[in-house]
C-alpha cells in the first residue's frame, strides 16, 4: 500500500514538473516568500479524520540558501470523543539546487529544521531533515512538494536527543508565492 502512494506522488510531482511554466526570474537575494497549504484524512471505516494547515514564510539568503519558518496545525476530528489538536513552529533552513533545469523552473531542495511541537496537553521539541522540491508556474508562483522526517525530544538539550520516538513521516503538497 505504501509503494503505491508513493508511486502515485512521484507520479504527481513528474506532471507538475513537466507542466511548469516559463519563468524568467525565480526567487532572487532578499524576495521573501509565503507557502500555503492544506488537507484532510478519513479512512474508510474508521471514526477519526484529520484536518491539516501548514503555512511557512522564507526569505532567500542568496538565490540558493533559505531561511524562514514554518506553522503546522492538525486538527483530529473524533466521533463520539474529545477532537484534539497539535500545532508546530518550526524554524528551518533549505539549500536550492539551482541550474538543473532551463530558468530554474525546476529546484530540488535540501533543508534542516528544530522546532516544538505542542497541543493543550504536551510540548516536545523536533528537529530533522527535508527534501523536496519547486516547480514554478510563472515568475513569482510555484507549486511545491517537501518530504520531512520529525524526532521527537522532550528537552532542547542535544544530549536528549539520542532518546527520541520513531518520529514522524510528513509529506507536504502546497502552492507558494514570492515578492
Known sequence: MISKR?????????????FAGTSYSAQAVG??????????????????GTATLDVGYGYYLTRAWEIGI???????????????WTASTIPFVNYHFLGLSMNDTFQPFLGAFVGA??????????AG????????LNDKTFVM?????EWFFD??????????SHGNHLVTLGLGFLW
Open 70 to 84: 514554518a506553522q503546522t496545525l492538525n486538527y483530529n476530528i473524533i466521533d463520539g470523543a474529545d477532537d484534539t
Open 117 to 126: 511541537i505542542y497541543n493543550d496537553n504536551n510540548t516536545t521539541g523536533t
Open 6 to 18: 508513493l508511486s502515485i506522488i512521484i507520479g504527481m510531482c513528474f506532471l507538475i514538473a513537466c
Open 155 to 164: 528537552n532542547f538539550d542535544l544530549g536528549d536527543v539520542s532518546d527520541t
Open 129 to 136: 531533515p527535508a527534501i523536496g522540491f519547486k516547480a514554478y
Open 145 to 149: 512538494t517537501r518530504y520531512r522526517y
Open 31 to 48: 524576495d521573501n516568500e509565503i507557502q500555503i497549504s492544506g488537507g484532510f484524512f478519513k479512512s474508510q471505516g474508521t471514526d477519526v
